[in-house]
């Protein structure tokens, strides 16, 4: 298992790396109006953005006041982070690397956003990610989280979230609202916002 998890996430990062050579399609330099709706009904504070890309989000929300943190498995896309950053005078800190062995001292975070990351997971990998989210969030902390909806395309499944993922995470943390959505008008997706109530510390 270990042998196969270390296989799959190689063959991650050089797709990632790959994609970074150009601009990939879901590197759009805008933010989405879901993050920009929190951010403008909730008080900044720490902010963990999970496959941070070449920094947008954590752009947006420096400026919105936030201190930011990034990770990204992609050498490039942390590369342009930090250069769209200090390009804008912000200061972050960005951490390259695998978010299920992400060693962040003292993490205690009031908002962790996923744009496209859980939806990359294994089975395995996705049990390890809920508990390191639901570890990482501060008390009343929030989980702002974008994914495909799995499909079925003739005999073969498309990678996606389906309704045991989102029924594990409502083990985990309360449920605040679901919006689903199309990308690109071709893929099935769906944002949630989800919450670490004190009594799930």
């Given amino acids: 298992m270990p042998v196969l998890r270390g296989i799959n996430q190689l063959?991650?990062?050089l797709y990632l790396e790959w994609r970074y050579l150009r601009r990939p399609p879901w590197d759009t330099g805008i933010s989405p109006p879901e993050l920009i709706d929190f951010i403008t009904s909730h008080p900044p504070g720490r902010a963990l953005d999970i496959g941070c890309g070449s920094g947008t989000n954590m752009l947006t929300l420096a400026r919105a006041g936030?201190?930011?943190?990034?990770?990204?498995?992609?050498?490039?896309?942390?590369?342009?982070?930090?250069?769209?950053?200090?390009?804008?005078?912000?200061?972050?800190?960005?951490?390259?690397?695998?978010?299920?062995?992400?060693?962040?001292?003292?993490?205690?975070?009031?908002?962790?956003?996923?744009?496209?990351?859980?939806?990359?997971?294994?089975?395995?990998?996705?049990?390890?990610?809920?508990e390191q989210v639901r570890t990482w969030l501060a008390a009343e902390g929030y989980f702002l989280w974008y994914a495909h909806l799995r499909q079925t395309v003739g005999r073969r499944k498309t990678h996606g979230i389906d309704d045991e993922d989102i029924?594990?995470?409502?083990?985990?943390?309360?449920?605040?609202?679901?919006?689903?959505?199309?990308?690109g008008n071709q893929r099935p997706a769906v944002w949630f916002l989800f919450q670490k109530r004190s009594r799930d510390t």
């Fill in 11 to 13: 063959r991650r990062r």
């Fill in 66 to 130: 936030w201190e930011v943190h990034g990770v990204d498995l992609s050498c490039l896309a942390i590369w342009r982070a930090k250069r769209k950053l200090r390009a804008h005078g912000v200061s972050a800190n960005l951490y390259l690397g695998d978010v299920l062995n992400l060693p962040l001292p003292e993490a205690s975070f009031d908002l962790i956003l996923d744009i496209g990351c859980y939806h990359q997971l294994g089975s395995f990998e996705r049990h390890r990610y809920r």
């Fill in 167 to 183: 029924n594990a995470w409502e083990s985990v943390l309360h449920l605040i609202w679901r919006k689903d959505t199309w990308e």
